[in-house]
């Protein structure tokens, strides 16, 4: 990594324990905490404003919690994740297979260092969609999925629709889930997945963002990003950033950076509203 630091964000509802990791963290000269987050809303800001490296992220917090944190990040934002937990053993090493890394509380000096490690040696070779596809596919096992419903889940690739449709098929474990367009807030593509978060949930299809971009209402639906489709029915505030881009709030309290490449489309979102 050379002379680069490593950017840092520490979640957690615990003013005690965001103190302690940043004291420990203070042990690495190439580490920089830019952002303490008291709740997962705060950290949903602080990764689209910082765009960090690395987020040590607790995962039982009131409202909000880590999963929900993971499931929200827009895949290009996406930080490596390292789960600061006391969950049981087999949470533990579910993961460790599928994050860069676990902290059990309170937290060991050693294994700290040895998560920063990986951290750094996980930069050099990380795809940021690739991450939140297999972090997703971790709370899918974790909230019940069987292995081998997960596994042909990921292989199976729902039917086309077209944009006449009322509903989204999403192949969810051994169930198919019939979304309504109308319920849809957002999509982000995290490589060959698309996310679909609608109602509060989120749920993965196998596509590609221009595969799924055909089969929405482009009258309600609206790229903003490489990898990020919006319902202009949702935005309920839009704010600029710096270089011309601008955030988008949704009715679910959700943001989202809107790029300079689709700045052309803030008129009809401003009009919707």
Same mark, same amino acid.
């Given at each position: ?140 096992r974790i909230e019940g999925a069987e292995q081998g419903e997960l596994t042909a889940w990921l292989e199976e690739t729902p039917p086309q629709r077209d944009r006449g449709a009322a509903r989204l098929t ?26 679909? /978060?609608?109602?509060?949930?989120? /749920?993965?299809?196998? !596509? ?18 490489? !990898? ?46």
């Open positions: 990594m050379g002379e680069r630091k490593l950017s840092v964000v520490i979640v957690d509802d615990e003013p005690l324990a965001r103190r302690g990791l940043r004291l420990r963290l203070g042990a690495h000269p190439d580490i920089e905490v830019v952002a303490e987050c008291g709740n997962g809303r705060e950290a949903l800001a602080a990764v689209g404003v910082h765009l960090p490296d690395l987020m040590f992220l607790d995962i039982r917090m009131p409202g909000m919690d880590g999963m929900e944190v993971v499931r929200q990040i827009q895949a290009d934002a996406m930080p490596l994740v390292v789960f600061v937990t006391a969950y049981d053993r087999f949470a533990v090493e579910a993961f460790e297979l599928h994050a860069i890394d676990y902290l059990l509380k309170p937290v060991d000096g050693e294994r700290l260092d040895a998560a920063v490690e990986r951290a750094r040696q996980a930069l050099d070779e990380r795809a940021a969609a690739e991450d939140k596809v297999r972090l997703l596919a971790l709370l899918q999403i192949r969810d474990g051994s169930e198919v889930a019939l979304v309504p367009m109308a319920d849809i807030d957002w999509v982000d593509a995290a490589g060959d997945y698309m996310c679909v /978060h609608a109602c509060g949930q989120t /749920h993965v299809m196998r !596509s590609t963002m221009k595969a799924l971009e055909r089969q929405l209402d482009p009258e309600r639906f609206a790229r903003i990003h490489r !990898s990020t489709i919006v319902n202009i029915e949702r935005v309920v505030k839009v704010g600029s950033h710096i270089n011309g881009e601008f955030f988008l709030t949704l009715t679910c309290g959700t943001r989202l950076k809107m790029s300079r490449t689709y700045r052309d489309r803030i008129d009809r979102i401003l009009a919707a509203g």
